[in-house]
């Protein structure tokens, strides 16, 4: 997850940010970029020349040493079917006639992504509704993510995490893992997802291999957000007791892609995109796909990430899949912003499309999202929600801990909207009619 | 014609008067109430990676006295991980009885016959009472018993699908070849099919998304009883001319022949 524009500063607002000169040809993502206060001369040149001028900056569809190529051709399939598919052809009776068909194919689906279903949007949740208690009957599962550390060796203009805003950074070592870990643990929570910012050098592999026996021993379902990595990396992660790994692609789309993640190995788009392959070969259970809705046209990254997760089961049929949607939310004064266009009525359309064309595969719906909408959308079509969250670093001694604490604590990733517990997540979704499981998984 | 209650089958060395399972693709508690109230079931499925919990709920508890517990091993992607699950449901107290759920695919769940079989063998030899789920084929049936299954259970439908029995032609054979107890398993929508099942001389059924899914649980899990109750007394009574097989005139055809 990332986020938002909304990118955190320094700790102490000082007379907040600085908004650089707008390069006339890139004006969605002008809103995005802003330049922090404490950069040096030589750190803000850079950052500036990296924004400025695409000469400047790498082919992002070429791998960097030691970066695993593996042979598949589901980025060119994926990537072909993205291209080709043009929302605004699509007619009411396109959607109309996908809405009656029992099984619903790639056509359908994108007639039911298309702004021309819009007006069906209560039909296309009450389907929903009916595939996700066919398949999962009433159950939404729940989880808590913790971040271990903030360190990032990227520059993705959207993201708070970037390595061109001096945020309190912070990495915790097993001790403090352990302590967060036990606090969320007496809370209940049986599953828990790992984050660090996207830092090899900092946080290693073996780091996180680490965090993960760690988990293993306060949960029962571990799940990896970490940068993607080769395929002999994930099995030593899957040895050290990790589950399942989510990547985000962020975008389906190169040519944005290129634009928002300027430096870093994260700038390699087939390297990310390969990644939940990589990690299936290394024998994790399951993997998670999303794009940061907005970043993009949404539906035409909706329609990639569907198709990404439906065909790479198509071919680890054994997988777990899931799905997640975050999107980029309207950023505070800047209401003109592209991100405006996916409201929660356009995330719902989309997560009903999920639903329809994916009968099978979990969808979550993180805490950025109202607590309004996520107990809506957890009726139609989500099966998995977070509660008890913290994006910040070794913060849940004081947020969720008896007592508060002193120690140091690293900047969160961002704002959260949703901030309710695990005992009131549970009961308010035992409230709506639900059924809560903490976990259902044995580790085999 | 002897009570129904007289009619029973046998699993394990355990008898059972009641031919409907539960299921345990969607468990709430109120639908095992429904289930044992108003089905009258006496088997319960329950899955182990449910089970296996620290939850306040926590599905063990709310099991009624009485009724057989048969943990499966759903999660399981080879027959080596659904041993590991089958001896894991044995250390939390699920008893002997184990369904092999063996599943290579996230999308139907359709059961992987081969591995089903190897895990048969080795959790037979264990002493366990093996219900395999299985696609209906008859050859692997036949490895089955070899395999020491106590019971064989083939799908009728892909799961939760409601669809019922599809495979009705390759379910039969089952019946009429395979001595062990034919106990459908997944399909099945509705009292009908349940019934039909019955009918074609199934030991038992096996069911749950069509209770969980239905608006109102007791009435359907009654609906579910009487209907296995019909199928099961249609089937000991002998069922008459089926007129698919040609319709049988009143007077006979060969009549003329002295």
């Known amino acids: 997850m990332r986020i938002d524009g909304r990118a955190r500063s320094p700790s102490a607002p000082q007379g907040g940010a600085r908004r650089p000169a707008e390069p006339q040809n890139e004006p969605k993502r002008s809103d995005l970029i802003f330049d922090a206060d404490g950069l040096s001369p030589a750190a803000l040149a850079r950052k500036h020349q990296l924004e400025r001028d695409p000469s400047c900056r790498t082919d992002p569809m070429a791998y960097l040493p030691g970066m695993e190529v593996i042979d598949s051709d589901l980025k ?59 398949h999962f009957g009433n159950t939404v599962y729940i989880f808590t993510p913790l971040y271990i550390a903030n360190h990032c060796e990227n520059y993705c203009v959207y993201c708070g995490f970037n390595c061109y805003n001096p945020i309190r950074r912070m990495k915790l070592d097993k001790g403090q893992i352990e302590r967060e870990m036990e606090i969320i643990a007496k809370s209940g929570m049986e599953e828990i997802l790992l984050l660090t910012g996207e830092s090899r050098s900092v946080s290693g592999v073996e780091y996180i291999g680490d965090a993960c026996e760690l988990a293993r021993k306060y949960f029962r379902l571990v799940g990896l957000e970490v940068y993607p ?33 300027l430096q870093g190995h994260k700038r390699v788009w087939p390297y990310r995109f390969d990644a939940q392959e990589r990690a299936l070969r290394g024998g994790m ?57 996916i409201g929660e009525r356009e995330l719902c359309q989309v997560l009903c499309a999920y639903r329809l064309f994916l009968p099978f595969a979990g969808i979550t719906v993180s805490s950025r999202e109202s607590a309004a909408f996520r107990n809506g959308i957890t009726k139609i079509a989500a099966t998995k929600v977070s509660a008890g969250v913290s994006t910040g670093i070794g913060d849940h001694a004081s947020k969720y801990g008896e007592k508060s604490t002193s120690e140091k604590e690293g900047d969160e990733q961002f704002e959260i909207s949703d901030a309710r517990s695990l005992a009131k997540m549970y009961a308010d979704l035992v409230g709506e009619g639900l059924q809560p499981v903490l976990n259902d998984y044995v580790y085999v | ?21 539960l299921g345990s693709g969607k468990y709430s508690l109120d639908l095992i109430r429904a289930a044992v109230e108003h089905a009258g079931a006496q088997i319960i499925t329950l899955s182990v990676r449910r089970a296996n919990t620290q939850e306040k709920e926590n599905i063990l508890d709310y099991i009624p006295k009485g009724v057989t517990l048969l943990p499966n091993t759903s999660g399981a992607r080879d027959a080596k991980e659904a041993v590991r699950i089958a001896r894991l449901a044995r250390e939390l107290g699920c008893g002997e009885f184990v369904k092999i759920e063996i ?8 059961p992987d016959n081969q591995e089903t079989v190897k895990a048969t063998e080795q959790l037979a030899a264990e002493g366990f009472t093996v219900l395999p789920y299985m696609y209906p084929d008859l050859n692997v049936a036949r490895d089955l018993v070899k395999a020491g299954a106590a019971a064989v259970m083939p799908l009728g439908a892909p799961i ?11 379910i039969q054979i089952l019946i009429d070849e395979i001595e062990l107890p034919i106990i459908v398993d997944a399909g099945i929508g509705a009292p009908s099919q349940a019934c039909r099942a019955m009918e074609m001389g199934a030991a038992a059924i096996m069911a749950n998304t ?49």
């Open chain 2, 1 to 21: 014609m002897k009570k129904s209650t007289e009619d029973t089958f046998t699993l394990g060395g355990k008898t059972f008067t009641s031919r409907f399972i």
């Open chain 2, 160 to 170: 939760g699908s409601n669809k019922g029995l599809a495979t009705a032609d390759f």
């Open chain 1, 76 to 134: 060119d399939r994926v990537r072909a079917a993205m291209a080709a598919y043009d929302p605004a052809r699509y007619t009411a009776a396109d959607a109309r006639r996908a809405l009656e068909h029992e099984r619903c194919s790639v056509e359908d689906f994108q007639a039911l992504l298309s702004p021309a279903a819009a007006p069906f949007l209560e039909r296309m949740a009450e389907r929903a509704r009916a595939e996700t208690v066919r």
């Open chain 2, 103 to 110: 599943m290579r695919d996230t999308k139907y769940l359709l």
């Open chain 1, 285 to 341: 259970r399951g993997v998670a796909f999303s794009a940061l809705l907005g970043l993009s046209d949404f539906r035409k990254d909706a329609l990639a990430t569907a198709l990404h997760a439906c065909w790479l089961q198509r071919k680890y049929p054994e997988a777990e899949i899931s799905l997640s949607c975050p999107r980029l939310r309207p950023i505070t004064n800047h209401a003109d912003v592209r991100p405006g266009e």
């Open chain 1, 229 to 261: 990595m080769n395929t002999d990396e994930y099995r030593y992660l899957r040895e050290r007791g990790a589950d399942y790994v989510t990547v985000f692609q962020e975008t389906y789309d190169v040519e944005q892609y290129e634009k928002l993640h």
């Open chain 2, 210 to 258: 069509a209770l969980a899914t239905s608006g109102d649980v007791p009435r359907m899990a009654r609906a579910f009883r009487l209907a296995i109750e019909a199928g099961r007394d249609a089937y000991r009574a002998g069922l008459g001319r089926v007129l698919a097989r040609g319709a049988a005139a009143s007077d006979p055809l060969t009549g003329f022949l002295r």
